[in-house]
């Protein structure tokens, strides 16, 4: 049985209060995706060419798998496999490549959700509770100021890593590079398909996903007494890269594999077990490695083998 670190870093005092707060319009976030949206949609069809759009889905799919899933969600957020420092690194960096945030504001975004979402009652922020449009205003152009906040504490080996902080400062600027080669190659088309309009459909993509995830859909587990249950948003499987298995994420949120049930597709997981193949990856969590949660409650479908992904490594 492995305890695993990573989403334990909200510090939740007494007084800790998920459900008061005001939502409010984040500037720098709203004129970052604003201005980066509104270029990749009224440029993108003047712009329009089959490389670009080519390089538009093989850095998306690079970034999104690699960077964010893999990276840092299953990773840096989550433990959920150790891994060479040059390789936590390298994913982390294509995963600030999508456009949400830097490392540490990912982090803290995430955690926060988490704590929040654990409680018997959250803000509706967290549970993505407004109506399509309404959410979509809140998730992608405002932030949440609770009342009482718990406080947050990176774990010493984030905190003091000058490449993390490096990054935080920086992670809008990490697009510039890469749009000088891209224009340098395949001039605006590449520009505006390779940075615009990847960023722009990658972060609402993740907003969408997010939406329905805490919404609507497939259950098989119920957390008792959480406010938020997570559901699985099956057509996203593939373009997701598993992360759209939410409600198998939100019954075993330390497990590096989130597709549990067959037929659900998870790129993340496979790329893993390719690290896992070539000496790249080790330590490897799956459900069966993680403590039982009383609280947790299957609803539906046959029962689950835990044990499965285990046995499977030993017999290889």
Wanted: proline share 5%; glycine share 10%; with cysteine.
């Amino acid at each position: 049985m492995r305890l695993v670190p990573g989403s334990e870093r909200i510090v939740a005092g007494s007084d800790s209060d998920p459900l008061v707060g005001t939502v409010s319009w984040a500037p720098t976030k709203s004129l970052w995706i604003g201005s980066i949206t509104a270029a990749g949609v009224l440029l993108g069809p003047f712009y329009i060419a089959w490389d670009a759009f080519a390089l538009f889905i093989v850095t998306s799919g690079i970034t999104l798998c690699a960077g964010h899933s893999v990276g840092m969600h299953r990773r840096l957020i989550h433990c959920g496999f150790d891994c060479p420092v040059w390789l936590e690194y390298f994913c982390v960096y294509l995963g600030v490549l999508v456009g949400m945030a830097g490392p540490i504001g990912m982090i803290r975004l995430h955690d926060m959700r988490d704590w929040a979402q654990r409680q018997p009652a959250c803000h509706a922020f967290f549970g993505h509770r407004a109506n399509f449009w309404r959410d979509s205003w809140h998730q992608l152009h405002c932030e949440l100021k609770l009342a009482k906040p718990p406080g947050f504490r990176l774990e010493p080996r984030i905190e003091q890593d000058r490449f993390y902080a490096w990054l935080e400062r920086s992670w809008m600027a990490q697009q510039l590079p890469w749009a000088a080669l891209f224009f340098v190659i395949g001039g605006m088309p590449w520009v505006i398909w390779g940075v615009c309009a990847r960023i722009a459909v990658c972060v609402t993509g993740h907003w969408l996903v997010g939406h329905y995830a805490h919404r609507q859909g497939e259950q098989i587990w119920i957390v008792d007494g959480a406010s938020v249950q997570g559901h699985n948003v099956r057509i996203a499987g593939l373009i997701s890269m598993g992360e759209s298995w939410h409600n198998d994420h939100h019954a075993f949120p330390g497990s590096a594999k989130l597709g549990l049930e067959p037929g659900q597709i998870d790129l993340g997981w496979a790329l893993i077990l390719v690290l896992e193949r070539i000496g790249f990856a080790w330590n490897i969590v799956t459900p069966d490695r993680l403590p039982q949660r009383p609280a947790l409650k299957r609803v539906g479908r046959k029962e689950l083998s835990l044990n499965s992904d285990a046995r499977q490594r030993a017999q290889n």
